[in-house]
């Protein structure tokens, strides 16, 4: 039997929202940082659609799908990091412009939050710690 921890789920809710939103996740020469919109559209749609997904089995209180999109949504933001990251050493193809845009685009510390929030999300999701009747014997 598993337990929600609800308080801890909301705020993990909040954290990969607003850090998607608000957190810096490039920083462009010339454009100054990137949220997750800005890097790359398609990431920022799957990651959301995945948090949307995470919330409304939340509400349903489906705890063992919960914790499967919750994992999902880990798996597919690390998954987008290592995208983002091949993507900016390997953009054309080209060592030495590579070479130079490796240089220049800087990955920033937004993807920690999105994780954290993330991990929130997982941790909320625990063993039911109330023993019964039937436990005690």
């Not at 800005?38 to 997904?53: P, W």
Request: positive net charge.
């Amino acid at each position: 039997m598993r337990s929600l921890n609800k308080p801890l789920a909301l705020i993990g809710f909040f954290v990969v929202f607003f850090s998607a939103i608000f957190c810096p996740f490039l920083k462009v020469p010339l454009q100054a940082n990137w949220n997750l919109y800005q890097v790359d559209t398609a990431l920022f749609m799957i990651t959301n659609g995945l948090l949307g997904l995470c919330v409304l089995l939340f509400f349903m209180r489906k705890l063992s799908p919960f914790r499967i999109a919750a994992w999902l949504l880990i798996g597919w933001i690390v998954l987008s990091f290592i995208l983002v990251f091949f993507q900016i050493n390997n953009y054309l193809g080209l060592k030495l412009i590579d070479g130079l845009l490796s240089k220049t685009l800087n990955i920033k510390w937004g993807w920690g939050v999105l994780l954290f929030g993330a991990l929130l999300i997982l941790f909320s999701v625990g063993k039911n710690k109330h023993k019964t009747v039937e436990d005690r014997q």
